[in-house]
């Protein structure tokens, strides 16, 4: 079988990036002095070559993509409109074929992640390709060190073979008393949002349980109609590939990851995976921080000097237009306030 092929998950709203979200994608946040995409390609190039690399984005991101240098773009595939990734992934399933003249291994991957300890991680990844190659849907799953609300969760079924799981069910983002309770279980994991199979099998299991597939299939059975398309996504269901298919599939396997993962979707899990001084302040600002600790400075203003007295837990982000100042344990209400914040300023 040829290389793999690796589909990387561009779209997404980043709400919980606000507000510097209002201005960059998070494929392109250089808060950690590098970009998001281009980190993410290249640990993908440890397993397959650049041209078997493609990404999926909306067409809102189409002028920045079009200029990009480390994918060509014919390897880019444009949604009309965000549908969340049930519809994205199988919009650039249906472009794939037109492209592959064979059938072949799909790494699906999120764009915002950050992954550390990588021999582990290609050494999972070539586990779940074996597995795949069995005509089953591989995820990794990753072990839980924290209830974190943030995350979705998988709850692992039994043991097939070494490291490798049928699952029981998939949980979206749960509330902080549920995420302990998955965690003192024993056998629920992150879910890393990392699927790998054979476009085939994943084809079939849309065909089962994806009410709008043949709707796709006759969109995409000729020549490429963008107006087609776009009149085919406003109907679709805004939903995830875990519920669409994950949760239905009988196909589905979890292959536990024992490597650092963090998904990078909210300014608490950016604090947790960026350095800190000794006081426990993440500082991305010119500035001094007198008895202050477990804060979070961002300042996108190179000008701006900043001066903090005895403030703990505080997350202050400052950009141009918009300033968040939030307490650590109200982060997880962010979205919620911006969506009132937006109503009533």
């Not at 392109?28 to 041209?51: A, M, Y």
Request: aromatic share 14%; glycine share 4%.
């Amino acid at each position: 079988m040829n290389k793999p092929i690796v589909l990387i998950l561009c779209g997404g709203k980043s709400l919980r990036l606000w507000p510097l979200s209002e201005y960059k994608s998070k494929n392109f946040l250089d808060i950690f002095g590098f970009l998001p995409l281009d980190i993410t390609v290249k640990r993908f190039l440890e397993i397959t070559p650049l041209e078997n690399i493609f990404l999926v984005t909306n067409k809102k991101e189409k002028d920045t993509f079009e200029k990009l240098k480390i994918i060509k773009r014919e390897n880019i595939f444009f949604e009309p409109e965000s549908k969340n990734t049930a519809a994205a992934i199988l919009f650039s399933i249906f472009h794939l074929k037109k492209i592959l003249k064979k059938d072949n291994i799909l790494i699906i991957s999120p764009v915002d992640h950050i992954i550390k300890e990588e021999t582990k991680f290609y050494s999972a990844i070539n586990k779940a390709i074996d597995i795949a190659k069995k005509s089953y849907i591989s995820t990794l799953g990753i072990t839980p060190q924290k209830a974190v609300i943030d995350f979705g969760y998988i709850e692992a079924k039994k043991e097939i073979e070494n490291n490798v799981f049928s699952i029981k069910t998939f949980i979206e983002k749960p509330s902080r008393i549920k995420a302990q309770e998955f965690i003192k279980k024993g056998n629920s994991f992150y879910n890393s949002g990392i699927f790998i199979s054979l476009i085939s099998t994943l084809e079939k299991e849309y065909k089962k349980y994806y009410k709008n597939y043949n709707d796709f299939l006759k969109v995409f059975k000729n020549k490429i109609n963008d107006e087609l398309i776009s009149s085919l996504y406003k109907k679709l269901p805004d939903i995830p590939f875990d519920l669409a298919i994950m949760e239905k599939t009988k196909r589905g396997a979890l292959i536990k990851g024992e490597f650092f993962w963090r998904d990078f979707g909210n300014w608490q899990a950016i604090y947790d995976i960026l350095d800190k001084d000794k006081d426990k302040n993440v500082k991305k600002a010119i500035g001094y921080l007198y008895g202050s600790e477990n804060n979070f400075i961002y300042v996108d203003n190179p000008n701006k000097k900043i001066l903090a007295l005895g403030i703990k837990d505080i997350f202050f982000i400052d950009t141009e237009n918009y300033t968040l100042l939030a307490n650590r344990a109200y982060l997880e209400n962010l979205k919620i306030a911006i969506k009132d914040f937006k109503e009533k300023i």
